[in-house]
């Protein structure tokens, strides 16, 4: 049974205590839309305990509202960063793919956030984050497709007419789900608090990176403004309630070890950024007749010599300030 909640605001006071700090709040390891979470179990959270989306978030925006005019507004502004190293980026933030490490199957988002923690995030160096880190996302699966099944809001590629994406491998199952609210927004927001708590040193720096990888929806063209808004609200509700969940407490503290320990071994952090170029350009053969696929892969060629340098860079655009909102 689905849990009502219908004010998330006490909980940036919750956030406020764990971490010492006032953290930004606007509404495994990296998933894609169309490939969610097992929301038959496997998180911290038992079904009475999962909040209903539905009844916490607000209505998706009607035809004409001041948010839908936003939303559209939105749209127009981020088709300008086509092709810019956000862009990139972006695509970059998309990937969905289940990497191999050592013969060993593990979510490639889970190095989302190599470069702000400091350490190489896999089985191998961190089991227990990786356990953490894909069970706190299955949670948050769970109360983001109530709402997003309730309100079946089509995604900009398919009612604009910016049609370009920057991960044409998912679109046609993207159009055939949800917008509202973001699942990746949900996922990193999430994977964001959560990590923020392992590794307090570093939480402002990996809560920007949280909020730029649920920006990344809106610079690929596949979420509204709306949609990410409604991302981190579902994500700080979820972790609000996770703070009552033994194992995942217990979860935490050996993971923050785990950090401690692996960075103790100064390793050089890296990540696979060009595994989104090898989807895309594989995708591009495949489907000779898709004229986006192939003008995609062509832009993510410099994905060949990415690093934690370039990431930087490419996200030092403020979104915020890009699209005229302060």
Same mark, same amino acid.
């Given at each position: 049974?689905?849990?009502?909640?219908?004010?998330?605001?006490?909980?940036?006071v919750?956030?406020?205590f764990?971490?010492?700090?006032v953290?930004?709040?606007?509404t495994?390891?990296?998933?894609s839309?169309e490939?969610?979470?097992?929301?038959?179990g496997g998180?911290?959270?038992?079904?009475?305990?999962?909040?209903?989306?539905?009844?916490?978030?607000?209505?998706?925006?009607?035809?004409g509202?001041?948010?839908?005019e936003?939303?559209l507004?939105?749209?127009?502004k981020?088709?300008?960063?086509?092709?810019?190293?956000?862009?990139?980026?972006?695509?970059?933030?998309?990937n969905d793919v289940?990497k191999?490490t050592e013969g060993?199957?593990e979510?490639?988002?889970?190095?989302?956030f190599?470069?702000?923690?400091?350490?190489?995030i896999?089985?191998?160096?961190t089991?227990?984050?990786?356990?953490l880190?894909?069970?706190?996302?299955v949670?948050?699966g769970?109360?983001?497709?109530?709402?997003k099944?309730?309100?079946?809001?089509?995604r900009?590629?398919?009612?604009?007419?910016?049609k370009?994406?920057?991960?044409?491998?998912?679109q046609?199952?993207?159009?055939?789900?949800?917008a509202?609210?973001?699942?990746h927004?949900?996922?990193?927001?999430?994977?964001?608090?959560?990590?923020?708590k392992?590794?307090?040193e570093?939480a402002?720096?990996i809560?920007?990176?949280?909020?730029?990888?649920?920006?990344?929806?809106?610079?690929?063209?596949?979420?509204?403004?709306?949609?990410?808004?409604?991302g981190?609200?579902? +994500?700080?509700? *979820?972790?609000?309630? %996770?703070?009552?969940? !033994?194992?995942?407490?217990?979860d935490? @503290?050996k993971? $923050?070890?785990?950090?401690k320990?692996?960075?103790g071994?100064?390793?050089?952090?890296?990540?696979?950024?060009?595994t989104t170029?090898?989807i895309?350009?594989?995708?591009?053969?495949?489907?000779?007749?898709?004229e986006? +696929?192939?003008? *995609?892969?062509?832009? %993510?060629?410099?994905? !060949?010599?990415?690093?934690?340098?370039? @990431?930087v860079? $490419?996200?030092?655009?403020?979104i915020?300030?890009?699209?005229?909102?302060?």
């Amino acid at each position: 049974m689905l849990r009502s909640k219908k004010s998330v605001g006490f909980r940036v006071v919750i956030f406020a205590f764990i971490f010492g700090l006032v953290l930004p709040f606007t509404t495994s390891c990296q998933r894609s839309e169309e490939s969610k979470p097992d929301n038959t179990g496997g998180g911290y959270l038992t079904d009475g305990q999962v909040i209903d989306s539905v009844e916490l978030l607000n209505a998706a925006p009607k035809d004409g509202s001041a948010a839908k005019e936003l939303d559209l507004e939105v749209v127009k502004k981020m088709k300008n960063l086509e092709g810019s190293s956000r862009w990139i980026q972006a695509a970059a933030d998309a990937n969905d793919v289940t990497k191999k490490t050592e013969g060993r199957e593990e979510p490639g988002a889970c190095e989302q956030f190599n470069c702000q923690i400091g350490i190489n995030i896999n089985e191998k160096n961190t089991p227990t984050l990786v356990k953490l880190l894909t069970k706190v996302d299955v949670d948050g699966g769970k109360v983001s497709e109530t709402a997003k099944k309730k309100y079946m809001l089509p995604r900009p590629f398919v009612t604009t007419d910016y049609k370009e994406v920057c991960s044409p491998h998912t679109q046609e199952s993207l159009s055939k789900n949800g917008a509202y609210p973001s699942g990746h927004t949900t996922a990193g927001w999430l994977w964001g608090l959560t990590l923020a708590k392992v590794d307090p040193e570093n939480a402002s720096r990996i809560m920007e990176r949280a909020r730029q990888y649920g920006e990344s929806r809106l610079v690929c063209n596949v979420h509204w403004l709306t949609d990410v808004q409604g991302g981190r609200d579902l +994500a700080s509700a *979820v972790f609000a309630d %996770l703070q009552q969940s !033994k194992d995942f407490q217990a979860d935490v @503290e050996k993971a $923050a070890q785990e950090v401690k320990e692996t960075r103790g071994k100064a390793e050089t952090v890296k990540k696979n950024w060009a595994t989104t170029l090898e989807i895309t350009k594989k995708f591009a053969k495949e489907h000779p007749e898709n004229e986006t +696929a192939k003008k *995609v892969a062509e832009l %993510l060629e410099p994905l !060949k010599e990415w690093s934690c340098e370039k @990431e930087v860079e $490419a996200l030092a655009v403020d979104i915020n300030s890009y699209i005229g909102r302060q």
